[in-house]
């Protein structure tokens, strides 16, 4: 048998590390990205298939934060109970694909996926989420930030599962939420999305995570539009051009030119903070 036709579907992680570690496998999950990049009517292998490992999937709370393994689906994030924060990940969840697509995809698939346009990167960026990596040579941890290096490109050795995602206590505050832009409501690749959570306290502005994704090779954190809300009562009116266009790279495609990205950025994120101001939250 070639390992072409390897199929293999491990029980534990230390299954699944030690056969990567002998073989170079091609992960799959929920395979809502691999089976459209594939020419073929079956999966080129080596296979392996991770969806059998219990302890990668689920969400789980505690002091240090909140943490979300691999093969979690976006329908477990839209089931889940989870603090406001999560808001923008939940209605990242309800917009990627359709039920079908939601109940087969995974967190970890849309990340090591790596698309420019994969929804799930502004909000968990806005969460300050970290990326946990697992060999027979250990585990280690890194920024969703440093994760993502490029368009298809990750920080992820091919012996490497990437097994949770961590959400650290102080990034569980506030309230999140989500817009994305596309050709029509569902269904559809974002043109440009925009995820916020804000921390308010007494009106003011405590804490502020934004970020914009499809506007650059990776979604980004959008430093000096966060300092312009900090300190100051939650008003979108403070989200100017200047300061999320310096940091946008957009590119011309099928869905949208560069200009029209440009253009419609500022505007998406007001409105994306827009229901996160204190007379709309009420
Ligand atoms: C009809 C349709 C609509 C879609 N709509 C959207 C949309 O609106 N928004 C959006 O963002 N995406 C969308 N997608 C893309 C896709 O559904 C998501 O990106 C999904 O989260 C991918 O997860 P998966 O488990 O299916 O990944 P898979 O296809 O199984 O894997 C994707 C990649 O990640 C790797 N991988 C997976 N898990 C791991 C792991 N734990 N460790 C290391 N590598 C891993 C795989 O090797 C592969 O390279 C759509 C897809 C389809 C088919």
């Not at 989870?82 to 990627?96: I, M, N, Q, S, T």
């Not at 499809?214 to 430093?223: E, G, I, M, N, Q």
Request: aromatic share 4%; with cysteine; net charge negative.
């Amino acid at each position: 048998m070639s390992t072409e036709d390897i199929y293999h579907r491990p029980t534990t992680l230390s299954q699944a590390l030690e056969a990567l570690a002998e073989t170079p496998f091609r992960i799959a999950a929920g395979c809502t990205d691999l089976f459209p990049a594939t020419e073929r009517k079956v999966l080129q292998g080596p296979v392996l298939d991770i969806t059998g490992i219990g302890e990668l999937r689920g969400i789980s709370h505690g002091p240090d934060g909140v943490t979300m393994g691999a093969t979690t689906t976006w329908r477990d994030v839209i089931e889940a109970d989870l603090p406001p924060a999560f808001d923008g990940l939940k209605l990242a969840a309800r917009e990627v694909g359709a039920r079908q697509i939601q109940a087969r995809g995974t967190l970890a698939g849309n990340l090591c996926n790596a698309s420019p346009a994969a929804d799930g990167v502004p909000p968990l960026l806005t969460l300050d989420a970290v990326v946990e990596l697992a060999s027979l040579r250990g585990t280690r941890q890194l920024p969703l930030s440093d994760f993502l290096k490029g368009p298809r490109d990750v920080d992820r050795a091919p012996d490497e599962i990437v097994t949770r995602l961590h959400i650290p206590a102080k990034a569980t505050e506030g309230q999140g939420f989500f817009l994305k832009l596309g050709a029509r409501k569902y269904l559809v690749i974002s043109i440009a999305m925009t995820a916020a959570r804000i921390v308010l306290k007494d009106g003011i502005v405590q804490d502020a995570a934004l970020a914009i994704g499809a506007c650059s090779p990776v979604a980004t954190r959008l430093p000096k539009a966060e300092a312009a809300l900090i300190g100051q009562p939650l008003d979108v009116a403070r989200i100017t051009g200047d300061l999320i266009e310096p940091v946008l790279a957009p590119i011309d495609d099928a869905r949208a030119d560069a200009g029209y990205r440009r253009g419609t950025a500022t505007e998406l994120l007001r409105r994306t903070l827009a229901p996160l101001t204190p007379e709309r939250a009420a």
